[in-house]
Nanobody
Framework: QVLLVESGGGLVQAGGSLKLSCEAS????????MAWFRQAPGKEREFVAT????????YYREGVEGRFTISRDNAKNTEYLQMNSLKPEDTAVYYC???????????????WGQGTQVTVSS
């Protein structure tokens, strides 16, 4: 069992930055690929970024690559999402997820956090 707790969301103006964190419980954090998904009001949850167990591989959805950076610190059991040049369309609840398979599909991820709200004002 893995418990994931996100933090770092908030209200920011367009063009600003936020850094999300996701702290995992347990001693097997490095066994899991990690990812960030988001869900905007009235829309389905969508993939944002993923990182492999070692951190050596990353992948981003089109539209955030170059603005967002996913990273992890296995010694701290923590995943991060640095978000720069934020746009109003980035407004959503952001969820971190852990799974045994690296990829973009939600079904690859077995454990989910409760979400943190990111609001970007124009």
């Amino acid at each position: 069992q893995v418990l994931l707790v996100e933090s770092g969301g908030g209200l920011v103006q367009a063009g600003g930055s936020l850094k999300l964190s996701c702290e995992a419980s347990g001693r097997t954090f490095s066994s899991y690929a990690m990812a960030w998904f988001r869900q905007a009001p009235g829309k389905e949850r969508e993939f944002v970024a993923t990182i492999s167990r070692s951190g050596g591989s990353t992948y981003y959805r089109e539209g955030v690559e170059g603005r967002f950076t996913i990273s992890r610190d296995n010694a701290k059991n923590t995943e991060y999402l640095q978000m720069n040049s934020l746009k109003p369309e980035d407004t959503a609840v952001y969820y971190c997820a852990a799974g045994v398979r690296f990829g973009t599909r939600q079904e690859y991820y077995n454990y989910w956090g409760q979400g943190t709200q990111v609001t970007v004002s124009s």
